[in-house]
């Protein structure tokens, strides 16, 4: 496994960077640095400072302007126990030399962080192949700016010095190992179709949704199972499969890996066969984090990233998840319950209809409306099977 940049016994403090863009808000990028902190958190470093520059669109030399690059400069300098800058989108191999050359310390971008995250959860051999397999592919365009320091000042003769030849070496190193590392995992999706095509004629349900939203906790809830979740990005990597019964109707429930704003490609390929039980899931249930100030706009990031995958027209049950949450932060304890009635029922209102009907609003924790999320479900599992395996169903009723 290629090591690791961020994690370490210690908290390292880091820095944030972040450009708003010509269609975006302030607001919006705002929520983006929040999640990049969190982003931060989870890979064991402490933000200290956020820096961000409104633009057009990034400089394609240094991300942000020469002015705001020697601004962030001046106060690593003041500050002088800074570890890392981390920016949130990703960068060009010439833009990380560019930017190590004035910044002076190490430097993450977005992916690489998302990549680091992943590498510490990876548990599984499967797992841990997807996630070398990215990072090598993360790797490969950015060899040049990371041997660049290598290669000899000036021009004529004796300027193709080590770097030229260590970079060449590199590449094929690396290409070589990307070939052994797809082949590995070609492998592992030999043994799950396998696993899948064991499992039966059972109707196949996956939790789909951002990350952090509570699908392990509704995962454990629903299939009464054990099933590892903590308040962090990427609790789950692995995806993890559980026989389920309602009122004599069996289906298998699957937990998958979160999604997430400006998911790197590299992952999306790497963790093919993990996304396959989305693909051939008869039922998605896709869970939204109701307490979350963009719950919108992450539902839209799910809804796109299933449709990249093929899924976006499969029967979903959207779960809002969280409600207790989201009372405590939009209620205020001196309003009516009159008025909190008609702002919980416009609210549900307003989903039931984009939804056609198909959501349901509970609290996984506080254990709120679970009665109604399961007989949703097993609504929707009956009439798959009546779909699905006509000659099965009869017996589920």
Known sequence: MIEKKIQSEGIENAVLVGVIQKEQTEEQVNEYMDELAFLAETAGAATVKRFT??????????????????????YLLLKGD??????DDELTGSQLQNIEKVLNVKIIDRSDLILDIFASRAKTA????????????????????????????GGGVGTRGPGETEIET??????????????????????AVTQRQERGEFIRVALVGYTNVGKSTLMTVLSKSEVFAEN???????????????????????DTVGFIRKLPHHLVESFKSTLDEVREAD???????????????????????????GSGDKPTITIFNKMDKYKEEVFDEWLEEEVKENILKELKDRWQEETKG???????TERTNLDVLRQTILNKVREMYQIRYPYRAEYFY
């Open 53 to 74: 520059q409104r633009m057009a669109r990034p400089d394609s030399k240094t991300f942000v302007g020469k002015g705001k690059l020697e601004q962030i400069r001046d």
């Open 82 to 87: 800074v570890h890392m800058v981390i920016f």
């Open 126 to 153: 499967q797992a841990k192949t997807q996630v070398e397999l990215a990072q090598y592919q993360y790797i490969l365009p950015r060899l040049k700016g990371m041997w660049k320091h290598l290669e000899r000042q």
């Open 170 to 191: 590199d590449r094929r190193i690396v290409k070589d190992k990307i070939s052994l590392l797809r082949k590995r995992l070609a492998e592992f999706d030999k043994q």
């Open 232 to 254: 962090k990005l990427f609790a789950t990597l692995d995806t993890t499969t559980r026989k389920v019964v309602f009122e004599q109707t069996p289906f298998l429930l699957s």
């Open 283 to 309: 039922v998605l249930l896709h869970v939204v984090d109701m307490s979350h100030p963009q719950y919108e706009e992450q539902l839209t990031v799910v809804n796109k990233t299933l449709a990249d995958l």
């Open 358 to 364: 198909n959501c349901v609003f509970v609290s996984a």
